[in-house]
């Protein structure tokens, strides 16, 4: 490098950089070369076990971040069994000789994008050449590994929690045409095109801000999401909570719009929880409602539902149920039944409707959390055009999107490899 820069002279930095880049890294997997090699003499289980046959410096070569390296070690074969093993191997934690490191950051791209652009992405910022398709088999591979390590994992705040909020949501994702087999669906047919996929988000409140409104604790946010059916999933939530600290929580909020399964879910996993309809939800509703009702009159529902909405978010929902009654008897035989079930829906959800209640109390009144992170988590990676999914693979992928949205892809991934166990400390 030095005799370029003296026959050609520095021209501009980025040359310099990329050049110095690769150099420090063909020094990297020299180096690391070295180590691991040295690592397999020093490893213990040198002695063959009864029936093997010791292969003394077979070769192997591992996927880095440095690039490739020739792993020369011992291997045991056992030709009754016909089945292999290399301690160093799996003292490296080899997968599919790609190094932990690696699988890291090619699990991390590909949770933030397609596998094909994490590909290119990985090769572009750091140099490192790895197929779309290889990511994805590693990807299928770690992501049951990550998610185990958030199962377990423990919250390391130990104190008090003002408010706990949990809200739930539902989204469809897109999936291959053997998942969707007899499954029930929102097409012309019946038949369906997505799968659902349930989210839940667990946060916490601390503080309202100078006008009394609920402020959400920064970076408070972890997500839980499954294929699962409702029973399980709430156990899954429930777990999530537990995890978060409910038991320490004055307060335990839970949010969200109308689907039965959601307030099932409610019943048997959060009891003492102060329910809360989405305000948005009920605004919607009560949006349908007024057109219903005032069908032709546009001038006369739209004065209706302002009327409405200012009894609705003080407590007044009563008042509004038993108005929308009168006019339901008023239209005789022009009503129709789906009325009806429109404001059975306010009489079956008007004890979580006390908004007025809930602002005084500084709680939040809206699902808007999960609701993004449905868009955000799930939306962003799962519903892209043009992408269909298997169960296993959305899992996948979910899994790890939960883990990076959430705040926890270091924690998980640093447990599961021991990550810090030889990071350099600063001297005090």
Known sequence: MREDFARQGVGNLEAVELGLRDALLKDGRGLLEEFLNQADQSLGGKVSRPGEKCHPGRVKQAQTIFGPVQLRRRYFYDPASQSGRAPLDQALGLIHSFSPALVRLSARAAARQGYQGASEDLRALA???IEGRQIQRLVNQAAPQVAAQWEQGQSSDTGPIPVLYVEVDGTGVPMVTRELAGRKGKQLDGTAKTREVKLGAVF????????????????????????????????????????????RAGKVVFIG??????????????????????????????HLLCEDLYAGQKHRADKMESIWEDLLKNDRVAVVIAAARRRLQQMGSRSDSSLESQIACFEHHQHRMLYKTYRQAGLFCGSGVVEAGCRAV???????????????????????????????????WDRLHESDRLKIRAVA
Not at 395 to 404: E, H, I, P, T
Request: charged share 30%.
């Open 127 to 129: 140099a490192i050449d």
């Open 204 to 247: 916490t409140q601390t503080r309202c801000d100078e006008k009394g409104r609920p402020e959400r604790d920064y970076a408070s946010t972890t997500y839980v999401g499954s294929f699962e059916s409702a029973e399980a999933f709430g156990r899954r939530i429930r777990e999530e909570a537990r995890r978060r600290g409910i038991g």
């Open 257 to 286: 719009d109308g689907a039965a399964w959601i307030w099932e879910l409610r019943r048997l996993n959060f009891a003492d929880a102060v329910e809360i309809l989405d305000l948005y939800h009920a605004l919607e509703h009560l």
């Open 378 to 412: 799930i939306g962003q990676r799962l519903k892209n055009s043009g992408m269909f999914w298997t169960e296993p693979g959305g899992k996948s992928v979910l899994d790890l999107r939960c883990a990076l949205q959430g705040n926890r892809w270091d924690e998980c």
